[in-house]
RNA sequence: GCGCCCGUAACUCAGCUGGAUAGAGUACCUUCCUCCUAAGAAGGGAGUCGGACGUUCGAAUCGCCUCGGGCGCGCCA
C-alpha cells in the first residue's frame, strides 16, 4: 500500500476512534507545497469539524492523539488546523524498488471492464489532413493512450464519411486536374477542392490507368472510389508518421447499408412528426432546445440521420461508453445526439463529447488561415517535418483541450530548444547517461541511503504518478500528464545538481542513488508515452 | 436574442470536487561548468486572478449579475 493510503486509513481510524465515521473519500491527502509544512497536509479536520462540533484546530488536536505513528517522523497543526506529516526517509524509499520491479507497468490501474470507443479525426478523405486535424489527433490519441493505461477497454476509430456529395465534389476535382496533367483544358469546380494533394492523386490515378478514363462515359464513379482510397491511404501514412493508429475505420457508406437507415426510422417513429412534408425528431423531449430535421421535404436525409444511426451502431457494438473528439464549433450536436441515444434507452452519459478549441497558427504576429479549399492550408505532414512530432505532440498535450491556444509557428520553427518537450526530454537523457556511466555499480533498490531534500522530493512524487495517470484518464485529461511530466523534469535536474550520483569512494550512496535514477527515468519514460513523446537516451 | 468555451505576470498558459505566501515556460536582470549532458541549476523584478455582489471560518475556485473575446444556433456537412 503506498504512503498516501496508509495515511488516510490511519486518520479514518482516529476519526473511528473519535465516534465519527467518514469515508476514504472525504479524506484528501495533499503533497505540501512549502518543505516547512511537512511531506504531506491534509484539511481533514476543518473539512470535517462540523460533525464533532469543534472549531478546526481542536478536531486536528484531538485526531493527532488518535493516530498511529508508524513510518511517521513528526505531526504538526498549522494554520487554521491543516495536520502536516512529516515521514520517516524509510517510509517514502520503498517506492523504489516498486518502481524498478513494475517497470513500464508502474502507474497502471487495475482492469475496469468497461468499454470505450474513441472515435476521433475523422477526417473526411478529400485532402491531407491539416495543421487543424492535429490537435484532435494528438489529444484524441493522448486520450486512448492514458485510459488504456488507466485500466479501460479502448477501441480507437475513425468514421469515414464517404456518403456524402463532398465525395461527389472531390471526384470532380480529380478529373478536372487530371484532365489538365493530359493537356486537355478543364477546370476545377467551384465548390471542389484545390489543393495540390488532388493533383498528385490526379497523377497516381494517370499512372495506374493512364489515359483511358477520357474515353469512359462517366468515370465518376471510379474516381470516387479510386480518389477517395488514395485520399485515405496517404491519411494512414500522415497518423502513422504522427504515431496515431486506429482499430476500426468505419465507413458512413457500410454503416447505410442493408436499410439501416430506414430501421432506423421506423425505430424512431413515435419521436418523429410531419412538418409540411419533412420528419422531424422531437429532441425536445430529452435534451435538445429545438427539434430537428431528419429527412428533408424532397426525401434527403440530413446529416443527422446517418449519424444516429453511426452512433446506434456503435453502441450496439457493446461499448459501455462512446468518446467523440469534435472540434468546439460542434458542441450545438452534443444534446441532439445525445438525445437520439435516449431514444434507444441509453442514458446521455452514455455519449461524452470531448470538444477541442480552435487552434490559431500565429507566424510573424499574423494568424494563418488553413483552408482545405484553397489550397494554401499547412498540412499537418509539413509541419511534423518542420516542427517535429515529439514538439507537435507535446505541445498539442499541454493545453487543456477546452482551452484556446495561440501556436507560435516561429518558435515552434526557429528555436526548438526552446520548447518545454526538450526539458523532459534532457532530463530522460540525463538519467540515462549517468546509468550508462554507473552501469557496473548494483542498483540498491531499497534507496537505503537517499535522504537529502531533493531526493525526498523526488521519492514522493514518483510514487503520486498513479494517482496522476487515474485522474487524467477520469477527466481525460492528457494535459495532466503533461503537468506531470514538467514538474517530473525539474524535479530531476534539481537532484541532478544537488546529488552527485556515483562516486567511486561512496558506493553505498551511488548505489541507492543509481536505484533513483532507474526509477525516475522509468516514470519520465512511461508518462511521456502515454502522450506520444519519445523519451531519447541521448540527446 | 438563446446556448457553449475562454478572460490569471509583458506574452502563452497551469491552478477551479473551496484551503496555508496564486504557479510554470518565454522575455528581462544577477550568479554557477578543472566534477555524471549548462538543452541545466540558484536567485531577482513582474499580478486589483476582467469587474461587482452574494454563499462561509476561508473564494482565482461555488452562485447570480455584468463587461470583453471566440464559436454555434439551416430541410448545410
Redesign the pocket.
Known amino acids: 500500500m503506498d504512503v498516501i493510503e496508509s495515511l488516510k486509513l490511519n486518520i479514518q481510524k482516529a476519526f473511528s476512534a473519535l465516534g465519527v465515521e467518514v469515508s476514504l473519500?472525504d479524506i484528501?491527502i495533499?503533497h505540501?507545497?512549502?518543505a516547512?509544512?511537512?511531506d504531506y497536509?491534509?484539511?481533514a479536520a476543518?473539512?470535517n469539524?462540523?460533525l464533532l462540533k469543534m472549531p478546526?484546530v481542536a478536531v486536528a488536536n484531538a485526531l493527532i492523539e488518535k493516530l498511529d505513528r508508524n513510518g511517521i517522523e513528526k505531526i504538526?497543526i498549522?494554520?487554521?488546523?491543516?495536520?502536516?506529516f512529516f515521514m520517516k526517509n524509510d517510509s517514502l524509499q520503498p517506492i523504489v524498488k516498486k518502481i524498478i520491479n513494475e517497470g513500464e507497468s508502474f502507474g497502471k490501474g487495475e482492469k475496469k471492464n468497461f468499454k470505450v470507443n474513441v472515435e476521433f479525426v475523422s477526417a473526411?478523405p478529400t485532402g491531407d489532413l491539416h495543421v487543424g486535424h492535429a490537435r484532435g489527433a494528438a489529444i484524441g490519441d493522448s486520450i486512448c493512450r492514458i485510459m488504456e493505461f488507466a485500466g479501460y477497454d479502448i477501441t480507437r476509430e475513425y468514421y469515414i464519411?464517404d456518403?456524402?456529395?463532398?465525395i461527389d465534389h472531390l471526384a470532380e476535382s480529380i478529373l478536372a486536374r487530371y484532365k489538365e496533367l493530359l493537356g486537355i483544358p478543364a477546370e476545377v469546380p467551384e465548390d471542389g477542392y484545390h489543393g495540390q494533394d488532388i493533383i498528385y492523386v490526379a497523377q497516381k490515378i494517370i499512372d495506374e490507368v493512364g489515359d483511358s478514363l477520357l474515353n469512359q462515359d462517366n468515370p465518376i464513379p471510379f474516381l470516387k472510389e479510386r480518389g477517395m482510397e488514395l485520399e485515405l491511404d496517404k491519411i494512414r501514412e500522415d497518423l502513422k508518421t504522427f504515431r496515431v493508429h486506429f482499430d476500426v475505420f468505419s465507413s458512413e457508406l457500410k454503416v447505410r447499408s442493408n436499410g439501416a437507415v430506414e430501421k432506423e426510422l421506423e425505430f424512431l417513429k413515435d419521436h418523429i412528426y410531419e412538418?409540411?412534408?419533412?420528419k422531424?425528431l422531437r429532441t425536445t423531449d430529452f435534451l435538445d432546445?429545438?427539434d430537428?430535421?431528419i429527412?428533408?421535404?424532397?426525401g434527403?436525409?440530413?446529416?443527422?440521420m446517418p449519424d444516429i444511426v453511426y452512433h446506434v451502431n456503435k453502441m450496439s457494438r457493446g461499448f459501455d461508453q462512446l468518446v467523440d473528439v469534435l472540434?468546439?464549433?460542434?458542441?450545438?450536436?452534443?444534446?441532439r445526439m445525445k438525445s437520439a441515444l435516449m431514444m434507444h434507452g441509453y442514458k446521455a452519459e452514455a455519449l461524452e463529447i470531448e470538444?477541442i478549441?480552435?487552434?490559431?497558427f500565429?507566424k510573424d504576429g499574423v494568424e494563418m488561415k488553413a483552408s482545405k479549399r484553397t489550397g494554401d492550408s499547412i498540412t499537418l505532414r509539413e509541419i511534423c517535418e518542420d516542427v517535429g512530432v515529439d514538439a507537435m505532440r507535446y505541445f498539442f498535450a499541454?493545453?487543456?483541450a477546452?482551452?484556446?491556444?495561440?501556436?507560435?509557428m516561429n518558435?515552434a520553427l526557429e528555436?526548438?530548444?526552446?520548447?518545454?518537450v526538450?526539458?523532459a526530454?534532457?532530463?530522460h537523457?540525463?538519467l540515462?547517461?549517468?546509468l550508462?556511466?554507473?552501469k557496473d555499480i548494483a542498483l540498491d533498490k531499497e534507496a537505503s541511503k537517499l535522504e537529502k531534500p531533493?531526493e525526498m522530493a523526488l521519492l514522493k512524487f514518483l510514487a503520486n504518478f498513479p494517482n496522476v495517470v487515474n485522474?487524467a484518464a477520469k477527466e481525460r485529461?492528457p494535459?495532466?500528464i503533461t503537468?506531470y511530466i514538467?514538474?517530473l523534469?525539474?524535479l530531476i535536474?534539481?537532484?541532478?545538481?544537488?546529488?552527485?550520483?556515483?562516486?567511486r569512494d561512496n558506493i553505498d550512496v551511488?548505489s541507492s542513488?543509481l536505484a533513483l535514477c532507474k526509477a525516475s527515468e522509468q516514470v519520465m519514460k512511461n508518462a511521456l508515452n502515454l502522450i506520444g513523446v519519445n523519451a531519447?537516451?541521448?540527446?
Open positions: 473519500n484528501v495533499e505540501s507545497k512549502d516547512a509544512h511537512g497536509a491534509t484539511n476543518m473539512k469539524c462540523r478546526p504538526e498549522a494554520g487554521p488546523g491543516f495536520i502536516n473526411n464519411n456518403a456524402g456529395n463532398q412538418e409540411d412534408t419533412a422531424v432546445d429545438k430537428r430535421v429527412v428533408k421535404s424532397n434527403d436525409y440530413t446529416y443527422f472540434g468546439a464549433d460542434h458542441h450545438g450536436y452534443i444534446n470538444l478549441q480552435m487552434v490559431r500565429i499541454m493545453r487543456a477546452s482551452a484556446h491556444m495561440d501556436f507560435d518558435l528555436q526548438s530548444s526552446n520548447n518545454p526538450y526539458y526530454q534532457y532530463a537523457a540525463r540515462c547517461s549517468i550508462e556511466q554507473g531533493s485522474d485529461a494535459y495532466k503537468n514538467h514538474e523534469a525539474g535536474h534539481e537532484f541532478y545538481t544537488e546529488c552527485r550520483v556515483i562516486d551511488s542513488r531519447p537516451e541521448h540527446m
